[in-house]
């Protein structure tokens, strides 16, 4: 059975390695600052006993104040998971840090989330319109989309 | 030997192989830069069947969503059901009868043993063995597919599944259907192994070509056969057992090679494990209401919630965030394609053109899914 | 005369010699009676495909179009001529309106050659199988005409595999073909078939599979149907064509796949002789079971790949057909008169060997290219 570890230990963790990243943590995950993102990322995927090498999806939500960006971790070995986020505050051209040099299966989610909720990555080898044509004006997962 | 040893000059060319294809699956386009017969790189295009299917979520309410999430991978469509209905049911603390539980076991495995039926036929057809597979996998489908008329009405996309349970009740001639089914599968896969596990020009078209390292696949994300033929022993139904798998009893086949040839090798013992789920499923099924009272325009409490269960393709996962809504705030399907094909492009370069289409099937990928 | 006699000697007694007044009408005449009858093996050819096809592939094939579906071939050819024959914009219009032409052609002027009864041939040409291996090379320029003219990615990529396949599998079938021609001691098809008291397929098993692998591979049929493969290259170098230009491309498939039925009739399967029938049925009897023969490996077996396509020519073929030929010419030097059915035996042991030795020598094509 896949254990779901809890957010507040892990972000106690996190404190201790990386003092000031974590900005709110609660049972089932827990928010990261964006600038320490990579940095959190490859500790959480290098430390042994946390090794989170599976990376299972990345989304993000428009939260009209703020897009927090979700990712998911499995790590196989140990059968745990864990759910993390970041927050980006800026709704003209956002941009955060790419994961596609830890997790290569990041590649083709970034660019869709680029896409639909005009979130740049910034380090991503191919960032372009994934599912929309070069062109599209606008980016429709966005809660103000023609609305 | 190396492309760049060649006494000849060449020049490497742009080959479209476009959306509209006797074999991509579905409208998936690649360009491919071909050096003679050789692909030196392969660029994905997507999105010819985007249909917004995650804005759509939110506007209609949580049940009325659940016709989309068949068309979603529409030649798996019960799975995509149950991912859905599961993560509703964990976000709003809905209890599943056990009755209602059995029955979508028996949905999703049936609908395992219909999508490899469909895959290792394509398969084959892309190896080019002239349809003789495909139809013969073809006629157990419609047995398969001739069961979910017998429940829904529907040969494809079903609209089964409910929150809390199921939409209606199976007929009374549905088990002994199934009880008859399950014999007659289990030899028909057997002699099929028979025709063509050993032959000649598979073996040299498939084993050892797109080989899929077991680092890779996990760098990648990869799930699902795909994975499990690299030697990742990763299976949601053991690791991770969601409605009432850990009942069962089978294996996880998994190969070691991580070619095109294992990956076929294990579908077809996946699809002998699901036989045996099937069975046990079928002597052990309760009496019983088969959905929990729930209202029609759910609102479950606002939180966020994931599931996900193992798909024929892989790792299918729903995210759903909900603010005490009738409609999700927001839904994301995580996709066991999309994330599949981030490694094709390894898998692809330095094989020639008839691998490629090869090693393309055997990924096996659904544009809806992908595209959404 | 006895109806016996009629339908015995029908090719040769149904008009006298110089009916209906001098050499070219007559030879006219009968060119005109010969493509027709190729025209309608075709077709039966076609139909019997389908059917068979199909019913391999536990379903039902055609039966719709008349009765059990005999007609199916003519509705098609109906529906291609009445569509729009649409030619690519940038293409060559010269080089893509000739290619099906220089395609069709020489497939059909092999049947001039093939005896249908015993000097019924349409011209008895005492070089008949060496006439046949120089035109029969003479579809592959069509081809090539197709895939450039079409100005398509895809159809050059189909026609260059096609040119490297036919020049390759040339070898090994002339190779064959050499053996069967030193047991019977003549050029001449009818010769050979006058020659064959014991078939061939017999003293000549190897040459017999050979030239039944090499055949299949220049005509473009499974298993080496890489060259118009479906799935991977849309149709190879007939993707561009539509319309009538189509229709002759697959009637030129389908003709030589008849041809080569007939060919290896001939050679190894003793022509129009057997007992009873009259030969020209025995002909077509024995040309429409090789044909089921490429049909039921069609159904049966997978497409190889270009490289495996070469490797088995070049690796697995020519050495197996030059060392048939050297067995074959040391049996004909030492034994030349006799003990036919002791030569049989032993040339199927040879084959058995030779063949399962060579295969577990064999390497089937390159792996992954390094980029």
């Not at chain 2, 076929?264 to 499923?281: F, G, H, N, P, T």
């Not at chain 3, 009916?19 to 005449?29: D, I, Q, T």
């Not at chain 3, 497409?303 to 070469?310: A, T, W």
């Amino acid at each position: 059975m896949t254990v779901a570890l809890s957010g507040k230990k892990v972000a106690a963790q996190i404190e201790e390695k990386f003092p000031g990243s974590v900005v709110e943590s609660s049972e089932g995950s827990l928010v990261i600052k964006g600038e320490s993102l990579l940095a959190v990322a490859a500790f959480l995927r290098d430390t042994p006993e946390l090794g989170f090498d599976y990376l299972n999806y990345i989304t993000a939500v428009d939260y009209y104040s703020h897009f927090e960006i979700v990712y998911q971790l499995t790590s196989l070995g140990h059968n745990h998971t864990m759910m993390f986020k970041t927050r980006c505050y800026r709704r003209e051209s956002p941009v955060m840090p790419s994961v596609v040099g830890l997790w290569q299966g990041a590649d083709f989610q970034e660019r869709e989330i680029y896409d639909l909720m005009g979130i740049k990555f910034e380090g991503h080898p191919n960032m372009k319109r994934i599912f929309l044509w070069e062109g599209f004006e606008g980016y429709p997962l966005r809660k103000d989309y023609l609305s | 030997m190396t492309t760049t040893e060649m006494a000849l000059k060449t020049e490497p060319f742009v080959l479209n192989i476009g959306p509209v294809h006797p074999s991509t699956h579905g409208v998936y386009r690649m360009r491919v830069t071909l050096d003679g017969e050789v692909v030196l790189d392969m660029e994905p295009v997507f999105g010819y069947l985007h249909r917004g299917v995650e804005k759509l979520a939110e506007e209609r309410s949580y049940t009325g969503f659940i016709p989309l999430t068949d068309r979603l991978d529409y030649i798996a469509s019960m799975s995509n059901n149950l991912a859905y209905c599961l993560a509703v049911e964990r976000l709003a603390g809905v209890k599943v009868p056990e009755r209602a539980e059995y029955i979508r076991v028996i949905m999703a495995e049936l609908q395992r043993l219909a999508n490899h039926c469909i895959v290792v036929g394509a398969f084959f057809n892309d190896c080019g063995a002239y349809f003789t597979p495909f139809m013969y996998l073809f006629r157990e489908r419609e047995k398969i597919l001739d069961l979910f008329d017998m429940v829904c009405g529907q040969r494809l996309t079903y609209n089964y599944m409910r929150i809390g349970g199921l939409s209606q009740d199976i007929p009374d001639e549905f088990l002994p259907a199934l009880k008859k089914f399950l014999p007659q599968m289990k030899r028909f896969v057997d002699e099929y192994e028979c025709f063509i596990k050993q032959n000649e020009i598979l073996l040299a078209r498939a084993k050892g070509v797109g080989i899929l390292s077991r680092e890779t696949a996990i760098n990648c994300g990869i799930s699902g056969p795909v994975a499990r033929a690299s030697g990742i022993k990763w299976d949601l139904r053991k690791a991770d057992p969601y409605s009432i798998y850990d009942r069962f009893e089978f294996d996880i086949p998994f190969g070691e090679a991580g070619d095109c040839y294992d990956r076929y090798r294990v579908r077809m013992e996946e699809i002998k494990q699901s036989l045996r789920i099937l069975e046990q499923a079928a002597r052990q099924i309760p009496p019983g209401p088969v959905k929990t009272e729930v209202p029609h325009l759910i609102r479950p409490p606002a939180g966020e919630a994931y599931a996900h269960i193992e798909s024929p393709k892989g790792e299918l996962g729903f995210y759903l965030v909900s603010d005490n809504s009738i409609a999700p705030y927001r839904c994301h399907v995580r996709p066991p394609s999309l994330i599949n094909l981030t490694a094709l492009r390894e898998m692809v370069r330095g094989w020639k053109v008839a691998d490629l289409i090869i090693i393309f099937g055997s990924i096996d990928i659904t544009m809806g899914e992908v595209d959404r | 005369m006895a109806i016996n006699d009629v339908i015995h000697h029908l090719p040769m007694t149904a008009t006298p010699p110089d009916w209906p007044g001098g050499y070219w009408w007559h030879w006219l005449f009968f060119t005109v009676v010969l493509i027709g009858f190729v025209l309608a093996m075709v077709m039966g050819a076609i139909y019997i495909e389908r059917r068979v096809l199909g019913r391999m592939q536990s379903r039902l094939g055609p039966n719709r179009t008349g009765p059990f579906g005999l007609l199916q071939v003519v509705a098609d050819g109906i529906k291609l001529l009445l569509k729009e024959n649409i030619v690519p914009s940038n293409a060559d219009k010269v080089v893509h309106v000739l290619a099906p032409v220089v395609a069709l052609v020489p497939a059909m002027m092999i049947f001039a050659v093939v005896p249908f009864q015993d000097g019924a041939l349409l011209a008895d040409l005492n070089i008949g199988i060496l006439y046949i291996v120089a035109i029969s090379s003479i579809s592959t320029v069509g081809v090539f005409m197709a895939g450039w003219g079409s100005n398509s990615k895809y159809s050059l990529l189909g026609a260059m595999r096609n040119i490297a396949a036919v020049v390759s599998y040339e070898i090994p079938m002339v190779l064959a073909i050499v053996g069967v021609v030193l047991v019977a001691g003549s050029l001449s098809m009818n010769d050979i078939v006058l020659a064959q008291n014991i078939p061939f397929i017999l003293l000549q098993p190897l040459g017999f599979l050979i030239f039944f692998t090499a055949g299949c591979a220049e005509i473009n049929r499974s298993p080496f149907d890489l060259m118009e493969a479906d799935s991977e290259i849309v149709a190879g170098f007939h993707t561009e064509y539509s319309g009538m230009r189509f229709v002759i491309f697959y009637m030129a498939e389908y003709t030589e796949a008849i041809a080569i039925s007939a060919i290896i009739t001939t050679l190894f399967l003793g022509g129009w002789r057997g007992p009873l029938l009259p030969p020209w049925l025995w002909f077509i009897i024995k040309v429409i079971i090789v044909f089921f023969l490429m049909v039921w490996t069609r159904t049966t077996l997978p497409r190889v790949r270009i490289d495996q396509l070469m490797a088995l020519a070049w690796k697995f073929l020519l050495p197996l057909a030059l060392v048939n030929l050297f067995i074959t010419a040391v049996q004909v030097l030492v034994w030349p008169d006799g003990l036919p059915w002791l030569m049989v035996v032993i040339n199927i042991a040879i084959m058995v060997i030779l063949i399962l030795i060579w295969s577990k020598l064999f390497k089937l094509g390159w792996g992954r290219v390094e980029v």
